[in-house]
C-alpha cells in the first residue's frame, strides 16, 4: 500500500526567508510520481509541483523546488523567498502505477509566514 | 470560468437527513474525483468516474453514500440519514485523458455540518 508521511504539523518562517517541508513516502511501485499542493483557508487545492520517480533532475517552479531523494524516498519542498501569501496547508500527495490516476495524501504542513 | 465547480459551497443540516453536492469538472475531463477532508487532515479518496462509468470506491464511502455521473459530464454526491461523523469538506477533482503530470484539478469543495 502507499503511504505519504508529513511530520510537521506546523512551520513558521520570516518573510522573504526560504523553508523546507518535509514529506517521505513508501510505495511498491516502481514507476510513481509525487505531487505538492496548496490549500489555502478558502478551500481549493492548488497543483504547485510534480516530481516523477524516473525524473533525473529535481523539479522546479518558480519559487517551489522539490527536494527528491529517491533512496530516502523523501520528496521535500522548497519555498525560496517567503511571501505572506504562502502562509497555508501544503500537502505532498502520490499517485501510483495503477490506472486510476487517483492521488494519496499526507497529513499537511500549515506554514506561517511572519512579515 | 473554466476550473472545476462545487455547488453548494456550504451545508448545514440536521442529523438524519440527506443532502447532495455536485460538481462540475472542466468541460473536456473524463475522470472525475471525490474526496473527504474532515479538519486537520489530508483529502481522502472516496471514489472516481471515468466517463459515466464508477470504476473504484473506497472502503469509505458506505452503502449511505451514492455517487452518480449519469451523461459522463456533472457529478452528484447523495449522503443520506447523514451523522455528525460525516461533517467534513468534499472536494471534487478531475484531469482530462491525456494528463501529462496527472495533476488533479480541484474545485473548491463543499463543506457539510451536520447537526
Known amino acids: 500500500a502507499q503511504k505519504i508521511t508529513q511530520t510537521q504539523p506546523g512551520m513558521f518562517v520570516q518573510e522573504k526567508e526560504a523553508v523546507t517541508l518535509d514529506c517521505t513516502y513508501d510505495?511498491?511501485?516502481?514507476?510513481?510520481?509525487l505531487f505538492w499542493y496548496k490549500q489555502p483557508s478558502s478551500g481549493e487545492m492548488i497543483f504547485l509541483i510534480y516530481q516523477g520517480s524516473y525524473d533525473q533532475q529535481n523539479a522546479t517552479e518558480g519559487r517551489y523546488s522539490l527536494n527528491f531523494q529517491k533512496a530516502r524516498k523523501s520528496a521535500n519542498l522548497v519555498i525560496s523567498a517567503s511571501q505572506l501569501g504562502d502562509s497555508a496547508m501544503y500537502f505532498c500527495?502520490?499517485?501510483?502505477?495503477?490506472?486510476?490516476?487517483?492521488?494519496?495524501f499526507g497529513s499537511g504542513t500549515r506554514l506561517l509566514v511572519r512579515p | 470560468d473554466t476550473g472545476v465547480s462545487q455547488n453548494p459551497r456550504h451545508k448545514i443540516t440536521k442529523r438524519g437527513q440527506n443532502v447532495t453536492f455536485r460538481c462540475d469538472p472542466i468541460?473536456?475531463?473524463?475522470?472525475l474525483y471525490w474526496y473527504r477532508q474532515t479538519l486537520g487532515q489530508g483529502p481522502e479518496f472516496l471514489t472516481y468516474?471515468?466517463?459515466?462509468?464508477?470504476?473504484?470506491k473506497s472502503r469509505l464511502l458506505s452503502d449511505r453514500f451514492s455517487a452518480e455521473r449519469p451523461k459522463g459530464s456533472f457529478s452528484t454526491l447523495e449522503i443520506q440519514r447523514t451523522e455528525q461523523g460525516d461533517s467534513a469538506m468534499y472536494l471534487c477533482a478531475s484531469i482530462g485523458g491525456q494528463a501529462n503530470t496527472g495533476e488533479l484539478f480541484f474545485g473548491e469543495g463543499s463543506r457539510l455540518t451536520v447537526l
Open positions: 468541460s473536456e475531463h473524463n475522470r
Open positions: 510505495t511498491s511501485d516502481p514507476s510513481y510520481g
Open positions: 468516474f471515468q466517463n459515466e462509468a464508477q470504476l473504484e
Open positions: 500527495a502520490m499517485r501510483g502505477e495503477d490506472s486510476s490516476y487517483k492521488l494519496i
